[in-house]
């Protein structure tokens, strides 16, 4: 169940039009309907990364609950570290073409360069050459 910060992929989520109560059950509720939904469903990669990379607490997001996604998280890199390590090592870039490099959509890289350029790890500029969109570089050193 999708129900924060719609992006293009989701409306094609087999739980549109089901009811989001069984995608975020309470406290010892069964999580099998939403999973068996989940299980169908054409985008269930995308939404599992989508709700990984912005740390997304409640709720079954591709077929994994809350307990199963904290384990996974545990286990990889955050989509800032990611979006990070890119620019140090490729250099400055756009979010398209930074979505690209990490396979994932430009919406979840939107909002790891947020974060990374208000803790003042990357900064934003338009480069002299207008077709150019707003270009992001790494402002700290490894
Ligand atoms: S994986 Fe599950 S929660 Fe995500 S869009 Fe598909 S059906 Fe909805």
Same mark, same amino acid.
């Given at each position: 169940? $999708?129900?924060?910060?719609?992006?293009?992929?989701? /409306?094609?989520? &087999?739980?549109?039009? &089901?009811? @989001?109560? $069984?995608?975020?059950?309470? +406290?010892?509720?069964?999580?099998?309907?939403?999973?068996?939904?989940?299980?169908?469903?054409?985008?269930?990669?995308?939404? %599992?990364?989508?709700?990984?990379? #912005?740390?997304?607490?409640?709720? $079954?997001?591709?077929?994994?609950?809350?307990?199963?996604?904290? /384990?996974?998280?545990? #286990?990889? @890199?955050?989509?800032? &570290? *990611?979006? %990070?390590?890119?620019? *140090?090592?490729?250099?400055?870039?756009?979010?398209?073409?930074?979505?690209?490099? %990490?396979?994932?959509?430009?919406?979840? /890289?939107?909002?790891?360069? +947020?974060? %990374? /350029?208000?803790?003042?790890?990357?900064?934003?500029? $338009?480069?002299? #050459?207008?077709?150019?969109? #707003?270009?992001?570089?790494?402002?700290? +050193?490894?």
């Amino acid at each position: 169940m $999708i129900a924060v910060d719609p992006e293009e992929w989701m /409306v094609d989520g &087999a739980c549109r039009g &089901a009811d @989001p109560d $069984i995608f975020f059950p309470g +406290q010892g509720e069964a999580t099998r309907p939403a999973k068996a939904i989940c299980a169908t469903c054409p985008i269930r990669a995308a939404c %599992l990364e989508y709700a990984l990379d #912005n740390g997304i607490a409640h709720g $079954i997001w591709g077929g994994k609950s809350e307990r199963e996604r904290r /384990v996974m998280r545990g #286990n990889r @890199p955050t989509m800032q &570290a *990611r979006v %990070l390590r890119h620019l *140090r090592t490729h250099g400055p870039a756009d979010r398209r073409e930074i979505a690209t490099a %990490l396979d994932v959509t430009e919406g979840t /890289v939107s909002s790891a360069l +947020q974060k %990374l /350029v208000a803790y003042g790890q990357v900064s934003a500029y $338009i480069p002299r #050459n207008k077709s150019r969109r #707003n270009t992001y570089t790494a402002t700290e +050193q490894p």
